[in-house]
């Protein structure tokens, strides 16, 4: 332990010490502070990917400026990066980057979910066509047997 006499030669030295070190201890604070602050994990839509999760887009990407809800599909827009994530079941089904992509994109997504329709309808209607003709023949061949 240092006993310093108010009278000693050494007293202003000691003061200048004490200022050295509280010099010392607010440099570490502020460059330690500001470490911390730049460490912080940055939100980067770059890094989502198709087939991940909406919670896994927060993570990455933050929490979009605005989410839409079109039916078949959630839009989540980030306007700073200019991209629309298109979700479908809660899944990152497509990654729009333009507004006239946006656009684009959901056009051609909705007829091709429209041809898929009408394929499938056209298929369904085929089948029916076929079991009617079956229903027929064999109401035909009852007859005849009585």
Same mark, same amino acid.
């Given at each position: 332990m240092?006993? =310093?006499?108010? @009278?000693? @030669? @050494?007293? +202003?030295?000691? =003061?200048v010490y004490l200022k050295t070190q509280k010099m010392k201890y607010l440099?570490?604070? %502020? =460059?330690a502070t500001t470490l911390i602050s730049c460490s912080e994990n940055k939100k980067d839509l770059s890094t989502v990917k198709i087939g991940m999760t909406g919670e896994? %887009?927060?993570?990455?990407?933050?929490? +979009?400026d605005r989410k839409n809800n079109i039916g078949i599909a959630e839009?989540? #827009?980030?306007?700073n990066e200019d991209r629309t994530v298109v979700f479908r079941k809660d #899944?990152?089904?497509? *990654?729009? #980057? /333009?507004?006239?992509?946006? =656009?684009? /994109?959901?056009?051609? /997504?909705?007829?091709?979910m429209g041809n898929? *329709?009408?394929?499938?309808?056209?298929?369904?209607?085929?089948?029916?066509?076929?079991?009617?003709n079956k229903l027929k023949n064999k109401a035909k061949k009852d007859s005849l047997i009585k």
């Open positions: 240092f006993l =310093i006499k108010r @009278n000693s @030669n @050494n007293f +202003p030295q000691y =003061i440099r570490f604070i %502020v =460059i896994e %887009v927060i993570r990455h990407a933050g929490d +979009p839009l989540w #827009t980030y306007k #899944t990152v089904f497509d *990654i729009i #980057t /333009s507004a006239d992509a946006r =656009i684009d /994109s959901i056009k051609a /997504s909705l007829d091709d898929k *329709i009408e394929s499938q309808a056209e298929k369904a209607a085929d089948k029916l066509e076929g079991l009617g």
